[in-house]
């Protein structure tokens, strides 16, 4: 059963940091890409990154581009996004999710290239 857990989310005042974890398993790790997305209330889900367990590639957002860090341990089958410098603008709940690799013809970045999904943690940015 593939599973992903993510955790690291809280509320932090802007210009603060957070760091997000996203735990894998059920499936080979090293073949998938993991992407992270948020949604915020009334707002479409947005793609933030995403990194490819194969080749190590990574995109961003241009919201987040210069900002967050995706990077994948893959001995503990986990992936972080680090979140610095954040803004009121980025509070959302943000998801991990898997896409196999059959998909990677798919934008690093399109909800529809991921067929698992974590239930999500809250980011919460004051001002």
């Known amino acids: 059963e593939v599973q992903l857990v993510e955790s690291g989310g809280g509320l932090v005042q802007a210009g603060g940091s957070l760091r997000l974890s996203c735990a894998a398993s059920?499936?080979?790790?090293?073949?998938?890409?993991i992407g992270w997305f948020r949604q915020a209330p009334g707002k479409d889900r947005e793609g933030v990154s995403s990194?490819?367990?194969?080749?190590?590639?990574?995109y961003y957002a241009d919201s987040v581009r210069g900002r967050f860090t995706i990077s994948s341990d893959n001995a503990k089958n986990t992936v972080y996004l680090q979140m610095n410098s954040l803004k009121p603008e980025d509070t959302a709940v943000y998801y991990c999710?898997?896409?196999?690799?059959?998909?990677?013809?798919?934008?690093?970045?399109?909800?529809?290239?991921?067929?698992?999904w974590g239930q999500g943690t809250q980011v919460t940015v004051s001002s």
């Open positions: 990194i490819s367990n194969s080749d190590g590639s990574a």
């Open positions: 059920g499936f080979t790790f090293d073949d998938y890409t």
């Open positions: 999710a898997a896409a196999p690799p059959q998909n990677s013809w798919l934008f690093a970045l399109s909800s529809s290239r991921f067929d698992h």
